[in-house]
């Protein structure tokens, strides 16, 4: 008699989200209809009707999925683990800070990489920088890495 084997697939998706203002960039028109549905203020941002654009972008949200687990108990799949998790760890820290950096300073001119996200860090090394960096108000004015002493 064959066993039957269950085969767990894990869906990884990756949600993405726009916060943008509620006045047309281009015309300066308002964007937000603000409309009552069962008791509670709801709000529904528009495309533009004059122009057909949008308002500005404060931030873009991403959700970061976590590593796969590991498949043996073997110390190289382990610690490869480890490695995985912890730049997780500090890929979702990072964004969490940008888009808060991005919705403080939303009237402000800033770096669009704080506003997009992109490029987004894909080392562990890049990620430990671009969180000192998001730390740093010299380095995210000047776009300028204390750590790399180059000119």
């Known amino acids: 008699m064959p066993e039957a084997t269950i085969v767990r697939q894990v869906m990884k998706t990756i949600v993405t989200g726009e916060h943008r203002e509620g006045v047309c960039e281009n015309c300066k028109t308002l964007l937000i209809k603000e409309f009552y549905m069962d008791g509670e203020r709801k709000r529904v941002r528009l495309v533009c009707p004059k122009c057909g654009g949008m308002g500005r972008l404060i931030a873009k949200t991403y959700s970061v999925q976590p590593p796969t687990p590991p498949r043996c108990l073997r110390v190289k799949c382990l610690f490869q683990f480890f490695k995985d998790t912890l730049f997780c760890a500090l890929l979702s820290g990072y964004h969490s800070k940008r888009v808060a950096y991005a919705e403080q300073n939303r ?21 430990i920088h671009a969180n000192i960096k998001l730390k740093c108000p010299i380095c995210r004015k000047y776009n300028k890495d204390p750590l790399l002493f180059r000119r």
Do not use: D, F
Not at 108 to 122: A, D, F, H, Q, V
């Open 107 to 127: 009237h402000k001119e800033i770096l669009e990489r704080y506003r997009t996200g992109e490029p987004s860090p894909e080392t562990m090394w890049q990620a």
